[in-house]
């Protein structure tokens, strides 16, 4: 198993660009997360899902969608790129929610400028 | 409102030596509490986990100590390694499928 695979690693974007942020497990889990992390701070939960066609905002929704077609994949979408989106962005799953460790991929690198 | 958090910044520990890395929690209806380790440039990466109706439980060279009391949970690592530097979180099942993470607590081993 590979695990949770996210792509791109790094990447750059110019503000007021979208772009697109994959994750996909194959692991058959049905909860799936994205959450972005700071220099220096804990992980802020973004998005996640419970299963494929049901999404629900965390912490910090506000500037990304995400979507839930598949059990396997939940993209993360930035529609206009803000210099505060700068961050490291984590994708994580598991089979039960809150009871169980979720999984995380190597994360993607962004930076707004 | 409700958080988990880490009483120490960085932990500087000499090869060899035990670690203790901790962690205070608020919810005192939180059940469920996992530690990750965070290595540079790599996504967390689980070591262990404790669910509330335990007071201890060991793994590979590690031990979680839970006091539900004073709602205090600890990461104690035995004969660190250098390969153990890295960012220690805990982390709480914070209600609605979620779970709540602590900012990290950086642990540097000294050779």
């Known amino acids: 198993n590979a695990g949770v695979t996210q792509t791109p690693k790094f990447r750059i974007l110019k503000i007021g660009q979208s772009m697109t942020l994959q994750c996909t497990q194959d692991m058959n889990h049905n909860y799936m997360y994205w959450y972005r992390q700071d220099p220096g701070m804990g992980l802020k939960l973004i998005y996640y899902?419970?299963?494929?066609?049901?999404?629900d905002k965390g912490e910090v929704p506000n500037g990304y969608n995400v979507s839930r077609s598949t059990t396997e994949d939940f993209p993360l979408r930035l529609e206009l790129a803000a210099p505060s989106q700068t961050s490291v962005y984590f994708c994580a799953s598991n089979l039960q929610g809150d009871s169980q460790p979720q999984h995380f991929g190597d994360g993607t690198r962004l930076s707004i400028l | 409102g409700e958080s988990v958090g880490l009483h120490l910044p960085t932990l500087s520990v000499q090869e060899g030596d035990n670690s203790i890395i901790n962690c205070a929690y608020s919810?005192?209806?939180?059940?469920?509490f996992i530690w990750y380790k965070q290595e540079s440039g790599k996504g967390p990466q689980f070591i262990i986990d404790i669910r509330s109706n335990m007071d201890k439980r060991q793994g590979q060279r590690v031990t979680v100590l839970l006091n539900k009391t004073v709602k205090h949970l600890s990461l104690q690592i035995a004969a660190t390694q250098p390969g153990d530097s890295a960012v220690y979180f805990c982390a709480e099942n914070g209600g609605n499928n979620r779970l709540a993470f602590g900012k990290g607590n950086q642990v540097v081993v000294i050779p």
């Open positions: 919810n005192s209806a939180s059940d469920y």
């Open positions: 899902s419970v299963g494929a066609g049901i999404t």
